[in-house]
């Protein structure tokens, strides 16, 4: 595909897919892959997309926005070849969803009413998965993804639950369980408990602090991957300090590590 002029079109990136899968002279690689080899690349694009987002990078989530696309296309073309579902048929079912679940933009007067709006989106799924002759569930927790991140699915767990009113009326509550939470897990590591009972406690104390996050509306997930840049970048300021003394991290001490963290800390803070 020598010819880029229609590289900004859609049927070029299928083409290309097409082409990396076919049997005579595609890739060898792409052609071992299947649907569970590839969805650990799928959710290490999404992961991309969103550092690039919060890196403010134009460029580079442009880039990794073609990555992630690349990840639909790959599926589709799989799916196409087993003669499940094309690439189309993704678009058109996407599009005929968004259409369906947002009645107050593309519905009529009635429904585009403010008042038509609040609640509709779960209803509509529900109507969608018994027009699919879906089971209906047997709790209102049954639909949140197990292959979630631990502390956003913790965090859409109690949101689900807190819709029928299983919910800490104020942040204050949550403080006090967190408290609770830390005292217990303090309990088990003095009395020398087991591995399994420090872990319980630990998950507890997590899935408070995400209690804790959703309540300050603050994403738990992006806060740490906040937090881990900054943990990065200052502790990348205390190798440079220590290769302008001559000095490795391993030949350093804790002490001076410390000074020069709070050194970075000051510098950061300007």
Same mark, same amino acid.
């Given at each position: 595909m020598s010819d880029t002029s229609d590289f900004g079109?859609?049927? @070029?990136?299928? /083409?290309?897919? #097409?082409k990396l899968r076919s049997p005579e002279g595609?890739?060898?690689? +792409?052609?071992?892959?299947?649907? @569970? &080899? $590839?969805?650990?690349?799928?959710?290490?694009?999404?992961?991309e997309v969103a550092d690039a987002i919060e890196q403010g990078d134009m460029g580079e989530l442009r880039d990794e926005l073609g990555d992630l696309l690349f990840q639909v296309v790959f599926h589709a073309q799989m799916a196409s070849e087993a003669g499940s579902f094309t690439f189309e048929d993704v678009v058109r079912a996407i599009c005929e969803k968004m259409i369906r679940r947002h009645p107050h933009v593309f519905g009529d007067? &009635?429904?585009r009413s403010a008042g038509a709006v609040k609640g509709r989106w779960e209803e509509i799924k529900a109507e969608e998965k #018994? @027009?699919?002759? %879906?089971? /209906?569930?047997? !709790?209102?927790?049954?639909?949140?993804? =197990?292959?979630?991140?631990?502390?956003?699915r913790a965090v859409k767990l109690q949101a689900r639950a807190a819709r029928v009113g299983f919910d800490w009326p104020s942040t204050a509550e949550v403080l006090d369980k967190l408290n609770e939470e830390m005292l217990e897990l303090s309990e088990e590591l003095t009395k020398g408990g087991d591995r399994d009972r420090i872990e319980d406690e630990f998950g507890d104390l997590l899935f408070v602090y995400a209690n804790l996050a959703r309540h300050l *509306?603050?994403?738990p997930e992006a806060a740490?991957?906040?937090?881990? /840049? *900054?943990f990065r970048r200052r502790f990348g300021r205390i190798e440079e300090k220590l290769a302008? %003394?001559? $000095? !490795?991290?391993?030949? !350093? &001490? =804790?002490?001076?590590? +410390? #000074?020069?963290?709070?050194? /970075? %800390?000051?510098?950061?803070?300007g």
């Open positions: 079109r859609i049927d @070029a990136l299928l /083409a290309i897919m #097409a595609g890739c060898p690689w +792409d052609l071992e892959q299947n649907f @569970a &080899t $590839i969805a650990p690349y799928t959710i290490e694009e999404a992961y007067e &009635t429904a #018994a @027009a699919r002759g %879906k089971p /209906a569930r047997e !709790s209102i927790l049954d639909d949140v993804p =197990l292959a979630l991140p631990a502390l956003t *509306k603050i994403d740490l991957r906040r937090t881990n /840049a *900054k302008a %003394k001559g $000095i !490795s991290p391993e030949q !350093s &001490t =804790l002490e001076e590590m +410390d #000074a020069l963290w709070n050194e /970075a %800390k000051r510098e950061e803070r």
